[in-house]
């Protein structure tokens, strides 16, 4: 998969009106729960770089980005946005499941969080469906793609309003091995570019080295940080980097901290 | 679908010349009164042809407004359950209650209520019509993806932009499913209306059927039988038709069959 972005992204500037995401004294307990999922969580993931909660399925990684969407209350804490307020489309989140609506056309998946905010800008889908590589496929209905093509309009439909975070609920997770590999490309350079703050859950370390600079390793109940490991290296890095002693060693650390 | 064109065309076909036979055979070992042939009844239908036409038009319009009655109200309601779960919970057990009141037993009710003549079709084909699309949009509303509702939440979307671009697009295949039965029942009812409330002004199905079975004119009750088989095909039609059109290119369910 190719895909065509300019070389070099350490801290883009927009990082400067991406906000940093701070959970502070988190608590969550469900209605009727014996013990709370998340009790007094502290962690604190960096303004404009792409930070990846790992942890096993189940452990609550998942209600922890529900958390910082919105889409949930905490029952204790709170979740603190450190920047600039985020204006309307400010967040996207993509979930495990594309989620499109089904009589939509890709291009018209694409603008809806636009639409709902009253506004039309066709330049802004048209780089969106460009970012993704599917610029061909905009006049298609959901039900003609495959399920990498799906993901993409995901992305797509997810980037089009320029948010300073994005939220990925293992956006990769239903995807087969080679399909995630082109995606993984696709993905990383759609969101260098803009330089939002990105938080990815996913179960799978590997990945989580190769795309994040900032992985931290969730687990137990209630819900604790059991590693935090600061990733080196420009970004977006080639799927080779994967193989590099360095992100080998990275792996297997983190491995041992799950 | 499956088979051919040509089989799926042949299959039924034989089965209508052998239904036809048989009835033909039948009917010239009894009197005519009893069972007419299908010659006799064909004799009918192009005698009476006008008042046919005129009862099953007006059959039609009966039938027709009182699904549009219905569907609104039972829509209507839909939208109102989703919006308000302390209407949901007051008045859904008497939605439900009133489902299983039989419209026979109603229909006297509305003769005293409206008088003789269309307007109790009318009543009667709404009521049938009601109870089976405030189900679908009951169903259709609330049964959306949550992860979607999320999405809409997410970028703030308000309770009318939610209903216009998800709930609603997402319930078409639910309400279609309600609209095939409820267009079913609407001639039904209308019927049954016709039965109890018609003086024959204007000319009705329900109403031949009646007269013309006490009046031993058995060829044209036949006639009149098949009128209100062939409208009931031809609104089920209709309804097929929309559904396929509008969302028959993006719905799983359309035009899938077996193996």
Not at chain 1, 235 to 251: F, K, L, N, Q
Not at chain 2, 95 to 103: E, G, H, Y
Not at chain 2, 162 to 174: D, N
Not at chain 2, 175 to 198: D, H, N, P
Request: with cysteine.
């Amino acid at each position: 998969m190719s895909v065509e972005r300019t070389p070099s992204v350490g801290q883009p500037d927009r990082a400067a009106t991406a906000p940093a995401v701070r959970f502070v004294g988190l608590g969550l307990r469900w209605a009727g729960a014996a013990a709370p999922l998340i009790d007094g969580l502290d962690l604190e993931l960096p303004a404009g770089r792409v930070s990846a909660l790992v942890g096993a399925s189940g452990c609550g990684k998942s209600t922890l980005l529900r958390l910082a969407a919105g889409l949930l209350a905490p029952s204790a804490g709170e979740v603190r946005l450190e920047g600039p307020p985020l204006g309307p489309g400010g967040r996207a989140f993509v979930f495990q499941s594309p989620n499109l609506l089904a009589w939509r056309t890709v291009e018209d998946n694409v603008s809806l969080p636009l639409q709902l905010q009253g506004r039309s800008e066709p330049a802004a889908v048209e780089a969106a469906l460009s970012a993704v590589g599917l610029l061909g496929a905009r006049a298609l209905l959901p039900r003609a793609l495959s399920g990498g093509m799906r993901m993409r309009v995901s992305l797509a439909r997810a980037l089009v309003t320029r948010p300073s975070l994005l939220l990925l609920d293992e956006p990769f997770g239903a995807l087969d091995a080679i399909t995630r590999r082109s995606l993984h490309g696709v993905f990383a350079a759609a969101w260098a570019e803009r330089g939002a703050t990105v938080l990815m859950v996913t179960h799978d370390i590997e990945e989580a080295v190769l795309l994040a600079d900032r992985v931290v390793v969730l687990g137990g109940q209630p819900l604790s940080v059991r590693a935090v490991r600061d990733i080196p290296g420009d970004r977006p890095r080639p799927d080779s980097a994967r193989y590099a002693p360095a992100a080998i060693e990275a792996v297997r650390a983190l491995e041992a901290a799950l | 679908m499956s088979g051919t064109p040509a089989r799926s065309m042949a299959l039924p076909a034989a089965v209508a010349v052998g239904v036809l036979v048989a009835w033909a055979g039948l009917a010239s070992r009894l009197p005519e009164v009893l069972l007419p042939g299908p010659i006799s009844v064909a004799h009918a239908v192009v005698d009476r042809w006008e008042l046919l036409g005129r009862s099953a038009l007006s059959t039609a319009g009966s039938a027709g407004l009182g699904l549009l009655i219905g569907s609104a109200v039972g829509l209507g309601l839909g939208v109102g359950f989703l919006w308000s779960r302390a209407l949901e919970l007051a008045v859904y057990p008497y939605a439900l209650l009133l489902q299983t009141l039989p419209v026979v037993a109603v229909a006297p009710l509305l003769v005293v209520w409206l008088g003789y003549g269309a307007p109790v079709a009318v009543a009667s084909a709404a009521l049938v019509s009601f109870f089976p699309m405030l189900t679908a949009a009951h169903v259709g509303l609330l049964g959306v993806d949550p992860e979607q509702v999320e999405l809409f939440r997410l970028y703030g979307a308000s309770r009318l932009q939610e209903l216009r671009w998800l709930r609603a697009p997402s319930a078409l295949p639910a309400v279609f499913a309600g609209l095939r039965t409820a267009a079913g029942l609407s001639v039904i009812g209308a019927i049954v209306g016709e039965f109890v409330g018609s003086n024959g002004e204007p000319p009705s199905l329900g109403y031949l059927v009646l007269r013309s079975a006490r009046s031993a004119d058995t060829a044209l009750t036949f006639a009149a039988v098949i009128a209100a088989a062939c409208l009931a095909g031809v609104v089920y039609w209709a309804a097929r038709t929309a559904e396929a059109r509008l969302i028959g290119p993006w719905h799983p369910g359309q035009g899938g069959g077996r193996a």
